[in-house]
């Protein structure tokens, strides 16, 4: 006896699942609560935008003039003092016939960096030029030697200061990040309880604080004159800082 065919009923076409309207209608009208979320959203936007647009462009002031400037107060933004106060921006108080050396030292470590995270240049040479880099940047920034002029710290500002520190207080933190995720999983109870405290003090505590302490609450419980650079001090707090959160990313 042969076998009947039997044709299947018609189905519909599967739900497409992939693309942006799918994600849209996931993810931004998932459900009541998310539909009314997002409408919301888009109501504020189109509200604020169109006197964002006026404020950021339309009536924006692009010439570096100060009367102008003092008119479009309140209406339009005055973009010129970017221009006009960039090298401050950039350099702060660093002197100014001087700033070719911060924008070489923050090259040359920016440089360093892009090529650290490449892992094609994961090779020994590479610690090496970590070695001439730093020493470097240090030399390029605060002179005294190689007949630059000596530059104090307290005039180091703006990009190359925050790169440096942000690359410092992150190398230096990671170490220390190791050793107290260790201790927070120690066996021994004062330890763990000291890694725990540490810890959690620091996530408490907003960084801005972390570095007012440092920069002019430290100094007042030494004698004067007694204080570490103010430099030091505030790489000390980031990396105490950053090694705190890092420490709850070594632990899982």
Known sequence: MGVVFQPIAPRPAPVKTEGFIPWVRANLFGDWK??????????????????????????????????????????????AVIGEKFRLIVFGRYPYEQQWRPELATTLLVALLIVSCIRYFWKPWLALLWVVVVPAFFVLMGGGAFGLESVPTDQWGGLPLTIMLATFGIVLAYPLAIVVALGRRSSLPAIRTLCIVYIEL?????LISVLFMASFMFPLFLPVGKSPDVLVRVLVGITLFSAAYLAEVVSG
């Not at 009536?59 to 009367?67: K, Q, R, S």
């Open 34 to 79: 998310s539909s009314i979320a997002t409408l919301a959203i888009v109501a504020l936007g189109i509200y604020y935008l169109p006197g964002l647009f006026s404020w950021a462009v339309a009536d924006a002031v692009l010439t570096p003039d100060a009367n102008v400037c003092q008119k479009a107060r309140g209406t339009g933004a005055c973009w």
């Open 202 to 206: 620091v996530r408490g505590v907003p």
